[in-house]
């Protein structure tokens, strides 16, 4: 129902920042809350941060709080993830998701490396 597309991953110090960019299709994008995750080589899919489909509310997971921000732009269909601060252990795929009547819709992933 949903497509999404990643961009903005890349290679990047420690200590530096990426921003992060999920372009969502159609017209339904405000119905659903956007959130992201990550997967690193051998490790377990792990939250990283959600916003709900209003905007009124966001979440972080515990590794990423008060360094990543999420937020949305309703005009560009587009969710964001603002990284700072990066630490080499947040070198992961990193996954776009649209969540709404129980369904999760993903997209392909974007890569970010993140070297000592």
């Known amino acids: 129902q949903v497509q999404l597309v990643e961009s903005g991953g890349g290679l990047v110090q420690a200590g530096g920042s990426l921003r992060l960019s999920c372009a969502a299709s159609?017209?339904?994008?405000?119905?659903?809350?956007m959130a992201w995750f990550r997967q690193a080589p051998g490790k377990e899919r792990e939250f990283v941060a959600r916003?709900?489909?209003?905007?009124?509310?966001?979440t972080y997971g515990d590794s990423v709080k008060g360094r990543f921000t999420i937020s949305r732009d309703y005009a560009k269909n587009t969710v964001y993830l603002q990284m700072n601060s990066l630490k080499p252990e947040d070198t992961a795929d990193y996954y776009c998701a649209a969540e709404w009547a129980g369904e999760k819709y993903w997209g392909r992933g974007t890569q970010v490396t993140v070297s000592s």
């Open positions: 916003i709900t489909w209003n905007s009124l509310s966001t």
């Open positions: 159609g017209r339904t994008f405000s119905i659903y809350s």
